[in-house]
């Protein structure tokens, strides 16, 4: 990378005793902003640091000076010096004196969107998020020069404070080839974005800083008419811009959907959810977090789909070292609890490979049985190992060289689609018995359906669907944990254990309070060691409704029935033998 600065002009405009200590001092070429307020002592301000350049605090005198050398403040109370990319920034009292100056360096720095210049190349609209002193106007002002240099396009920058290409009638150098428009106020920042293109024929515009509905609107309405945008937002992450009323048209909108009765099923969630409005301004959008650490989301629509359906985006992490290597990871968040960062060796994942089980052959064959002590112990680990070789995939992989597999050869985890069971219980289930099964919303994706069976009979449509897609349906009596719990268990061709261990009975509770661990471990030790062994029925202690529902289910499981008698507060549980 390349760095030009002309440091020495804003050094300049500061008082002299403070020109000296900057002058000579060791950090010189870090600074990023110098602090000037009435009656407090001189601050300047590094990278990882502050400290104060005097004892002296700094006078009315010394700041009126400094704005005689800077000039006009604009509207939005910045200034610049001519032909740099310097910013000074004004606090005034409630009079409109000026008393105190913030002086930021603006640096031109050459390769800084290394990380990035693949998406560049696209033609897509791009987003810059992060916090303030991240680098964003850096990024985008090397963006607008590789645009229209390299890639020979008719850049426009649309440039509020003169912060992009400087202060004065001449652009700095750094932007290269590119134009730039001024705006005469920052209300009107909109208007100057239509006029840019409905003037000046351009294929690319570049906006700093859009904060406004109108502008937000001003982006869409350029964005419609096929011109790329470059821009930046405030803001540090997606999730930021779809909280925000003002922005949130920047990444499609959002707004409330009232489902039918069988979407809600089909979807697993309540009548009314929120959905995208309409497809998003940026196609592309960069979380910038650190200088050298950006996130990267190729699909902004897909982003903001997945965070309104409730589920975490895997995006790209795009680091570079010092040498100027990039490297490329992917967060991952498949399955709750269970996520990490995957590194790519290319510049994108490698394709998910296609299904060969079930849905290709409509078949179902019983796996080679698997004691159930090696699955408790084997489960995590192998599960994990699994699924780093999937987004690790390359064509010499071999299914065959995997320790198990699922019914007719397909690798594991298996993609259940439920229909009209609970998702928070199947989680549960999953969770806590580390099944290799992972939930999709997708029939398409999914390796079979779970589903309610009085729901079954009533949907021809989704047995047809099933059919013509060759995925089978396992239909459970209720969605209650054991019928669950039993039914995945039957999918993954697992013998149900003959005693519930301390793993299972937390599927059975609800806040795991002592009374409720106390009363599910009475009566597992009562099924366990009385009615199975003897045949003979028990009566359990008086217990509150809920916690006998946990018993009820408890018992459930076990294949075997019982019911509540007795009043309250002596109503209680009896188990009956089989």
């Keep these: 990378m390349t760095i030009k600065e002309d440091l020495q002009k804003l050094l300049d405009i500061l008082p002299q005793d403070l020109q000296k200590v900057l002058e000579s001092h060791p950090q010189r070429d870090n600074l990023v902003e110098v602090v000037l307020d009435l009656g407090r002592c001189p601050e300047a301000r590094f990278p990882n640091q502050a400290e104060y350049l005097s004892e002296t605090p700094v006078t009315q005198a010394q700041i009126d000076d400094c704005i005689q050398r800077v000039g006009i403040f604009s509207g939005d109370n910045r200034a610049g010096i001519e032909l740099t990319l310097h910013r000074i920034s004004a606090i005034r009292n409630r009079s409109g004196k000026i008393i105190g100056l913030t002086c930021r360096v603006g640096r031109a720095i050459f390769g800084t969107i290394g990380m990035i210049r693949d998406l560049v190349e696209t033609g897509k609209s791009i987003l810059m998020l992060g916090r303030p002193g991240v680098g964003k106007t850096t990024a985008l002002r090397e963006i607008a020069r590789v645009l229209a240099d390299d890639l020979r396009k008719r850049v426009v920058i649309i440039d509020t404070s003169n912060e992009i290409a400087g202060d004065g009638d001449v652009p700095h150098p750094a932007i290269g080839r590119a134009r730039r428009m001024q705006v005469a106020q ?38 419609e008419r096929g011109v790329q945008l470059v821009g930046t937002a405030h803001g540090n992450q997606i999730a930021n811009l779809i909280k925000n009323p003002t922005l949130s048209d920047l990444v499609g ?63 790209q992490t795009r680091t570079v070292d010092d040498q100027g290597k ?13 996520g990490g960062e995957f590194p790519s060796t290319e510049e994108s994942l490698p394709p998910v490979r296609p299904t060969n089980g079930w849905r290709s052959s409509g078949q179902m064959v019983a796996l080679p049985p698997l004691s159930l002590e090696r699955e408790r112990v084997s489960a995590p680990t192998e ?42 219980q199947l989680e549960q289930v999953i969770g806590v018995l580390n099944l290799p099964v992972i939930l999709t919303k997708d029939i398409d994706t999914s390796d079979a359906v779970l589903a309610l069976r009085s729901h079954v009979k009533n949907q021809a449509k989704l047995r047809q669907m099933a059919k013509a897609r060759h995925v089978p349906i396992h239909m459970i009596k209720a969605s209650t944990i054991p019928q669950i719990t039993r039914g995945l268990r039957r999918l993954l061709n697992m013998e149900d254990p003959e005693m ?12 795991g309070t002592d009374d409720e661990v106390d009363a599910l471990e009475e009566a ?4 366990e060691q009385i009615v199975i062994p003897k045949g003979q029925p028990v009566e359990l202690l008086p217990r509150s409704s809920k916690v006998r529902k946990m018993q ?27």
């Design 186 to 223: 920052p209300e009107l920042q909109h208007q100057v974005m239509i006029e840019a293109v409905e003037n000046h024929m351009p294929e690319v515009i570049v906006i700093d800083e859009i904060g406004t509905e109108l502008e937000a609107l001003a982006a869409r309405t350029i964005a």
């Design 253 to 315: 909108g959002i707004q409330a959907v009232t489902l039918g009765d069988d979407e809600a099923r089909r979807r697993g969630s309540q009548k009314t959810v929120l959905e995208r409005k309409a497809p998003p301004t940026f196609e592309i959008a960069v979380e910038m977090l650190e200088r050298q650490r950006w996130v990267i989301h190729e699909s902004v629509a897909d982003t903001v789909d997945t965070l309104l359906r409730g589920r975490q985006p895997s995006p």
């Design 326 to 338: 990039v490297s490329i990871t992917r967060q991952l968040s498949l399955v709750k609890g269970l």
């Design 383 to 424: 599960f994990d190992r699994l699924l780093d070789e999937s987004f690790n995939y390359s064509e010499s992989f071999d299914v065959k060289t995997s320790r198990y597999t699922g019914p007719n050869g397909e690798d594991l985890p298996l993609h259940i689609y439920p229909y009209g069971v609970s998702r928070h």
């Design 500 to 511: 519930t261990d301390e793993l299972e009975l937390q599927l059975f509770l609800h806040s």
């Design 524 to 527: 597992r030790l009562a099924v």
């Design 552 to 578: 009820h289910e408890l018992v459930e499981h076990y294949r075997l029935k019982s019911d509540s008698f007795g009043e309250e507060p002596n109503r209680r549980l009896r188990i009956y033998p089989a």
